[in-house]
Every structure is written in structure tokens, then in C-alpha cells.
């Protein structure tokens, strides 16, 4: 498979959970980031974390914590930039970017994988994931050679949605089933965090 950087997007405020960083809340005895971690670690070549702030909370991780490279919490697309800008300084041999939600620790173990198979059957430019009918953005894969044109829409024309940005080019979607529980199943509220530690206990 081709060499791909993974970038855990921890950029997030957590509104609705109250604020602070809901990755680090346990399941099943660990953090979320934990299991996230874990997951994506078999499909990418190196890791680091996508984050703003004081990058110790991550420490215990042992991951570079990168800040966006451009500020104003301007979402997902800035963590994407991130990871682009960050593989082409330290990792110039990836052509490749894969994003993860760091709030959602239950994403297929092959999804890297599926995603690529995708993109060489449609011969497009990158792709996300779908299940239930629904996209998941910032589960995807990205070329670094778009950095700079990312880097255009978000500075100067101030594009902050992924799918206004994905519509200029091919994008292709691996789609996943979502029985017998969505793999992509996200912890935004206090009760997602319960419902996540009943499913993580009958696995």
C-alpha cells in the first residue's frame, strides 16, 4: 500500500459535551484516543495528532501534536491542511494524508484499505467514507498535492466545509455497513458516551 501519514483530528471544542476534549472520556477502561489510536496505527504508516492548545494533555500518547497551521478553529478542513503541510516537511516520500475522528473509536480496520480500492476503481482524487446513507468526511484520504490549493480556499476564500471543497474535484466513497452498529457512530453528548461504553462492553 502506498505511504500514508494518519492524522487523528483532536481540533475540536466540544460544545455539546460540555467543552474540554471528549477523546480523552474512558471507554472500557481506556480513552477514546486510545482506541483510536490503535485502530488507526495498523493502516498508516506514522501518526500525529491534530490539535490546539497546550499539547501536553497528549503527552501520554508518545505522538507529535500538531496545532493548525492556520488559526481561528476554522474546523476540519484546517486539520486537513495540518496533516498535508506536516507530511510534506517530515514525510516526503507519502503522497497520502488519511483523517480520523478522534471521537469515533469504533471505525473499520480496514477502512485505509477500502478507501484506496475506491479511489483506483473510479480513478479519482480522494475519498471518504459512507454507511447508513450519510458521509463521513473527515474519515478520509487525501493527496498532498493539494496542499496549496487547500491552503487557497481556506485563506483567501474562505471555504470551511469539506464538501464545498471535495466538490471541485473526484471523489470517490467506500460505503460500510451499518448493522449490527454504525462503525462510525461519533460521541458528540453525554448520553453517545454512555451508549458507546455499552457497545464497547459487548464486543
Same mark, same amino acid.
Given at each position: 500500500?502506498?505511504p500514508v501519514?494518519?492524522?487523528?483530528?483532536?481540533?475540536g471544542?466540544?460544545?455539546?459535551?460540555?467543552?474540554?476534549?471528549?477523546?480523552?472520556?474512558?471507554?472500557a477502561?481506556?480513552?477514546?484516543?486510545a482506541h483510536?489510536i490503535?485502530?488507526?496505527?495498523?493502516?498508516?504508516?506514522?501518526l500525529?495528532?491534530?490539535?490546539?492548545g497546550?499539547?501536553?494533555?497528549?503527552?501520554?500518547f508518545d505522538?507529535?501534536?500538531?496545532g493548525?497551521?492556520?488559526?481561528?478553529?476554522?474546523?476540519?478542513?484546517?486539520?486537513?491542511l495540518?496533516?498535508?503541510?506536516?507530511?510534506a516537511?517530515?514525510a516526503?516520500?507519502?503522497?497520502?494524508?488519511?483523517t480520523?475522528?478522534?471521537?469515533a473509536?469504533?471505525?473499520? =480496520?480496514?477502512?485505509? &484499505? +477500502?478507501? @484506496? $480500492? %475506491?479511489?483506483d476503481?473510479?480513478?479519482?482524487?480522494m475519498?471518504?467514507?459512507v454507511?447508513d446513507g450519510?458521509?463521513?468526511?473527515?474519515f478520509a484520504l487525501?493527496?498532498i498535492?493539494?496542499?496549496?490549493?487547500?491552503?487557497?480556499s481556506?485563506?483567501?476564500e474562505?471555504?470551511r466545509?469539506?464538501?464545498?471543497w471535495?466538490?471541485?474535484?473526484?471523489?470517490a466513497?467506500?460505503?460500510?455497513?451499518?448493522?449490527p452498529f454504525?462503525?462510525?457512530f461519533?460521541?458528540?453528548?453525554?448520553? =453517545?458516551?454512555?451508549? &458507546? +461504553?455499552? @457497545? $464497547? %462492553?459487548?464486543?
Amino acid at each position: 500500500m502506498k505511504p500514508v501519514i494518519g492524522v487523528l483530528l483532536a481540533g475540536g471544542q466540544s460544545r455539546r459535551m460540555g467543552g474540554g476534549d471528549k477523546n480523552l472520556s474512558e471507554i472500557a477502561g481506556r480513552p477514546i484516543l486510545a482506541h483510536v489510536i490503535e485502530r488507526a496505527r495498523a493502516q498508516v504508516d506514522r501518526l500525529i495528532i491534530n490539535a490546539n492548545g497546550d499539547p501536553a494533555r497528549f503527552a501520554p500518547f508518545d505522538l507529535p501534536v500538531v496545532g493548525d497551521v492556520v488559526g481561528g478553529f476554522q474546523g476540519p478542513l484546517a486539520g486537513v491542511l495540518t496533516g498535508m503541510e506536516w507530511a510534506a516537511a517530515n514525510a516526503p516520500q507519502a503522497d497520502w494524508v488519511a483523517t480520523f475522528a478522534t471521537d469515533a473509536p469504533f471505525f473499520p =480496520d480496514d477502512l485505509v &484499505a +477500502r478507501l @484506496f $480500492a %475506491a479511489i483506483d476503481a473510479e480513478g479519482a482524487d480522494m475519498a471518504c467514507a459512507v454507511s447508513d446513507g450519510r458521509t463521513h468526511p473527515v474519515f478520509a484520504l487525501w493527496p498532498i498535492r493539494l496542499a496549496a490549493d487547500l491552503r487557497h480556499s481556506l485563506t483567501v476564500e474562505e471555504i470551511r466545509k469539506i464538501d464545498r471543497w471535495t466538490a471541485r474535484y473526484a471523489l470517490a466513497e467506500a460505503e460500510f455497513p451499518a448493522a449490527p452498529f454504525d462503525p462510525f457512530f461519533n460521541i458528540n453528548r453525554p448520553g =453517545d458516551l454512555e451508549e &458507546a +461504553r455499552r @457497545f $464497547a %462492553a459487548g464486543l
